[in-house]
């Protein structure tokens, strides 16, 4: 029997797409996603049509779903992600994989995902830099938020926030709205 090679970012980067797509690069190894529902996808992009004009027109930095990121090796595509101006130097739009975190990871739970793989996958996005970590939970209507602050969950009409993004605000409700 043939021993297996543990994956590197690199080896990751120079695959083929298809191969690759709806995967991420965890302990060496590529692990697939599941698919995303129409649900899913509505709760991700209305996210980002509401915060990412007010990203942009106040350069605060970049927005943007499902971008590649090297968490401590391993390869992680939140599916929203801000890093703030700061951080915008280090941006290589040439790379699959951008080789810092970003400041907020943003997960919608999604029907094959795991409490045990979202925890260490929260976990490791907080060991490795990232601020904060929304865990957007479709089922129940609410957002789970893990920063140094603090842990607390959001319901309802509770307004999502940030300093991250100052001033940026929306409620719990308004994200799942039609939905």
Not at 67 to 85: A, K
Not at 127 to 153: K, M, N, Q
């Amino acid at each position: 029997m043939a021993a297996t090679t543990s994956l590197t970012i690199d080896d990751f980067e120079r695959l083929p797409s298809e191969q690759v797509e709806n995967c991420e690069l965890v302990d060496g190894e590529l692990v697939p996603m599941s698919s995303c529902t129409l649900k899913h996808n509505s709760i991700r992009d209305r996210f980002i049509m509401r915060v990412g004009p007010y990203v942009f027109e106040r350069h605060l930095g970049t927005i943007v779903a499902e971008q590649e990121y090297d968490f401590g090796g391993n390869v992680h595509g939140p599916d929203i992600s801000f890093f703030g101006s700061a951080k915008l130097p280090l941006a290589d739009p040439d790379k699959r994989v951008q080789r810092f975190v970003p400041d907020l990871a943003i997960e919608i739970v999604s029907a094959n995902d795991t409490v045990t793989a979202l925890w260490r996958k929260k976990e490791r996005y907080r060991a490795c830099g990232t601020s904060e970590v929304w865990i957007v939970l479709p089922e129940s209507r609410e957002v789970s938020i893990y920063a140094e602050g603090g842990d607390r969950i959001l319901r309802g009409t509770a307004e999502l926030s940030t300093d991250l993004i100052a001033g940026f605000k929306i409620s719990v409700d308004e994200l799942f709205q039609g939905l």
